[in-house]
């Protein structure tokens, strides 16, 4: 049974990672019109009319989130391989218990990185564009957090009930 709970707290491992870098690297966090026409913006680029142009001025919240996002990234990555070790090391192994710690990082830097998003979108671009709303590309990126969240109080779940039981006594060879 502990090892189907590692396994499950490892897919969803897996998945929070591939919608991390899905997130970061699409272009669709906001959807908006500009001058009538459709618009998107993601971390990287901005698109106008299907258009689209690299953000060419440095904003300090969309530089924080990206940072925070790629932080999201390596964290999940190096929870995700951590937590793999429970499949050749046991769950008792102390590089399950450094991903979980790992993933939990992960989402809460994905947490910081939307956090920050979400409060300057509503404050500056809700006042500048009055058709808007969040994209999908930002939706998945929540949908990783839970995912990150779940999968490291899983990995950390399963090392600490794994080190409350008692090991089997050991039978000499006669």
């Given at each position: 049974?502990?090892?189907?709970?590692?396994?499950?707290?490892?897919?969803?491992?897996?998945?929070?990672?591939?919608?991390?870098?899905?997130?970061?690297?699409?272009?669709?966090?906001?959807?908006?019109?500009?001058?009538?026409?459709?618009?998107?913006q993601g971390l990287w680029r901005f698109c106008i009319n299907h258009k689209c142009h690299?953000?060419?001025?440095?904003?300090?919240?969309?530089?924080?989130?990206?940072?925070?996002?790629?932080?999201?990234?390596?964290?999940?990555?190096?929870?995700?391989?951590?937590?793999?070790?429970?499949?050749?090391?046991?769950?008792?192994?102390?590089?399950?218990?450094?991903?979980?710690?790992?993933?939990?990082?992960s989402g809460f830097l994905a947490l910081l990185a939307l956090a920050i998003y979400t409060?300057?979108?509503?404050?500056?671009?809700?006042?500048?564009?009055?058709?808007?709303?969040?994209?999908?590309?930002?939706?998945?990126?929540?949908?990783?957090?839970?995912?990150?969240?779940?999968?490291?109080t899983i990995q950390l779940y399963l090392h600490q009930k794994n080190m409350a039981e008692?090991?089997?006594?050991?039978?000499?060879?006669?």
């Amino acid at each position: 049974m502990l090892y189907s709970l590692a396994g499950g707290g490892t897919l969803s491992g897996v998945a929070a990672l591939v919608l991390l870098i899905v997130s970061t690297a699409t272009d669709y966090w906001m959807q908006y019109r500009y001058s009538g026409s459709p618009a998107n913006q993601g971390l990287w680029r901005f698109c106008i009319n299907h258009k689209c142009h690299a953000h060419t001025i440095t904003v300090a919240f969309w530089d924080a989130t990206r940072a925070f996002m790629l932080l999201s990234v390596v964290s999940c990555f190096a929870g995700v391989i951590l937590g793999l070790s429970a499949f050749t090391n046991g769950t008792k192994s102390k590089l399950v218990r450094s991903g979980g710690i790992a993933l939990l990082l992960s989402g809460f830097l994905a947490l910081l990185a939307l956090a920050i998003y979400t409060g300057v979108t509503v404050q500056f671009f809700g006042k500048r564009f009055i058709d808007w709303r969040f994209s999908w590309s930002y939706i998945l990126g929540w949908v990783a957090v839970i995912l990150t969240f779940a999968a490291g109080t899983i990995q950390l779940y399963l090392h600490q009930k794994n080190m409350a039981e008692p090991s089997a006594p050991s039978v000499p060879d006669s």
